[in-house]
Structure formats: C-alpha cells, structure tokens
C-alpha cells in the first residue's frame, strides 16, 4: 500500500462525502465511518465505481457510543498498519436533550467524546505513518460558547432558549480546544493536529430535528449556505496540502490559519477539559 491511508467518519454524507470523493478520486486508501450499515456500503460501493479505486471501505460505528468507537478502532488497527490522516468530521447538533444507552448527553458523546477516544486509540497507527495528520472538524459556531464543567450532561443548558444550539456551540469549541491541548502533546512527533470551519454548508446537517428548527435551517440553507464542494476544501487541504506539512495546533477555515475564540485558548480550561474526557471515556470497555 504505497497510497495514503485516511479514515474519515461521518463520510456518508454532507461535507465528509464531498472529502471522501476527493481524496477517493486520487487513489487515497479511505475506510468510510459512520452509523448506517445499509447507506455505507451503498455510499462506498457507488465512490468504488465513480472513483475508480477499489480501497475504499466501510466500517459501521454508531460513534456516539464509546463501544462502537472502541470496536472500531479495534477493526481499523487490524486493517491498516498505519494511517496518514484521520478526519474527525461526524457531528450533529440535536435540538431536544438526547442521552445515549451509555448514559452520556448525546451532542457531548458524538461532537466532542467520539473525536477524543478515537484519536487516542488510533494514535499508535498514525505515529506509525512517515507523517500523518489529524483534521478536526469544528465550526465557527464556537464563537460566543464557553464549556460549562459543571454541566457537562447538558441537564441546565437544555433548559436554556435555544439550548440544542449553545450545547451545539459548547461542542464545536470542545473539538477546537481538544485540537489545541493535542497539537501540545504531539510537539516533535511527526503527527499534526488541527481544526477548521468548513462554512455554512448546504448538506443534510440538523435536518433530522425536524419541526420548526429543521425548516428553518432549510431555508437558511438554501438562502446563503455555500455548496458542499466548497464546505469540503478547507477539510481537504489540511489532508493533503503540501503547504500545511508540519504545521499544527492552527484553526483553518477557507485554507487559511484563523484566530479562534479567547475562550478556545484557554491553556487550563483545554487541561481541564483533556482531564474529564479521559475520565468520561476511561470506564468504556
Ligand atoms: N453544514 C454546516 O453548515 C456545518 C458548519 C460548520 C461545521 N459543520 C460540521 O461539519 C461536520 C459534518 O457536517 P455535515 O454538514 O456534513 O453533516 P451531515 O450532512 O448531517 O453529515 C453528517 C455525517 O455524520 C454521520 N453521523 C451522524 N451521526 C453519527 C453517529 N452517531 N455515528 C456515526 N456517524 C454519524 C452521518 O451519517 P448518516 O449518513 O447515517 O446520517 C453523516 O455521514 C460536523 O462535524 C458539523 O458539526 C457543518
């Protein structure tokens, strides 16, 4: 396998598609992620054929489950010796309070929880790449959030108006700080960690609210959202451009460094953040 190796999650629709059919498009080695079996092997059956590259595959995981996160990992590590690049993109915002079977707030298991325990278990595999690369999809809908440790299951903020999107922000903010606290602890390794906004992207995201939040989404959508070949190539740079080779602990959003919130920042609250994720995930066997 002389092709990079690249694992995207959520690449069954929206943004991370767009990606997983571009990187397909040049011979990339992809393993496809998400939680629809059915939609999966739809998905990478039809890339196969479009692409014109036969390794790409799908691995189920509902990844906001820590045992679907675990399992998977576990199936990845055995396919692939190593990997070039890891794309933390599933995300989904959900408008009324969720818990999982695992008992944890559904917006925190899947934004913020899957992209922490994933990352640490795969770790091993991308050191083992010449260089490898870890892309974080975040959004700048981190703006204005701050994190909450004292409500981490999302019990005072679903009470809060609007309180689907501020958990939404709380967990894109997460996804930039854990970028941060992860881009330190990878200093002089040769793997890179960063985080971008893709845009306000026309593509499946929030519809499965449904109700009034879904239709005004749509028409938010349709007014100004930008198209998902657009919202796909901040993602698609940081995987493959030459031009960020060795840079890391950065923001991006269209191909370039941003600076992200003061709050994002915060070297003890990204500590502090680090610290209870470790906690939330330690007990997942
Ligand atoms: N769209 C925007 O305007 C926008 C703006 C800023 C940031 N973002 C971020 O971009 C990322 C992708 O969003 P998108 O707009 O492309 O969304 P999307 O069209 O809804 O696609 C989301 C992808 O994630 C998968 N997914 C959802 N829940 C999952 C779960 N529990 N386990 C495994 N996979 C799951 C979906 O699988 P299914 O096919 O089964 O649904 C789908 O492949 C998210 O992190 C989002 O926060 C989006």
Known sequence: MNQKICVITG??????LETARTLGKDGWTLALVARNAQKGERIATELRAECGNEDITFKQADLSLQKDVRRVAGELADSYPRIDVLINNAGAIFWKRKQTAEGFEATLALNHLNYFLLTNLLLDRL???PSARIVNVASRAHVGASVDFDDMDGTAVYKRCMGGWIAYQRSKLQNIMFTYALARRLEGTNVTANALHPGFVKTRFGKDNGG???VIL???MRVSAISVQKGAETQTYLARSPEVEGVSGKYFSEC????STKQSMDEAAQ????AMSEDMTRGSQ
């Open 11 to 16: 690449a069954t629709d929206g943004v991370g």
């Open 127 to 129: 050191k083992a790449a």
């Open 256 to 259: 370039r460094a941003v600076t």
């Open 271 to 274: 500590e502090r953040l680090w």
């Open 218 to 220: 749509n028409i938010g």
């Open 212 to 214: 009034a939040f879904a």
